[in-house]
């Protein structure tokens, strides 16, 4: 559809130039990458693979194009939360693991599905679990409750 608009605009510019038809045509393309870009985005930052072995954790992200192993010992803790998609639409509950080297790790139960056999699994290693924390927004990046 974007090609398909940008051709036409491209004849209409080059037989009769019309400076609000650029202006509007401009604005929807725009708005048409500033979807794409926050869709990509989204999805990219949220989704993560987790496999549960040994008492080991070996948690893929998609946004970093790794995998990473945690042992029980390297866990600070954790805690639930609950991730909110536009500001009423809907929100689906997370976990946030919380590293002892400061970084944290985010599975949203839209993405994974193990996130209850996650839970017991923190239960079982006796991992601390540090109380539930809201959705809060930065300006980028979302603020976690329980960080340094």
């Known amino acids: ?5 940008g051709e ?9 130039f019309d400076f609000g038809l650029l202006i509007g045509a401009l604005l929807y393309m725009s708005f048409i990458f500033l979807i794409i870009f926050h869709l990509t985005y989204f999805f990219t930052f949220y989704f993560k693979s987790l496999s549960i072995k040994d008492k080991n954790l070996s948690i893929f992200e998609l946004n970093k194009f790794k995998v990473t192993k945690l042992k029980p010992n390297e866990i600070k803790g954790y805690s639930k939360s609950e991730v909110y998609f536009g500001k009423y639409m809907w929100k689906s509950k997370s976990i946030i693991i ?7 790790y985010e599975f949203v139960s839209v993405f994974i599905t193990k996130l209850n056999e996650l839970e ?6 006796r991992i601390k679990y540090l109380g539930f924390e809201d959705y809060q927004t930065g300006w980028f990046y979302r603020k976690y409750k329980f960080e340094k």
């Open 1 to 5: 559809m974007l090609l398909f608009f």
């Open 8 to 16: 036409n605009l491209i004849e209409k510019v080059n037989s009769k």
């Open 98 to 104: 919380y590293s002892k080297n400061g970084i944290k």
């Open 120 to 125: 017991n699994e923190m239960k079982r290693n």
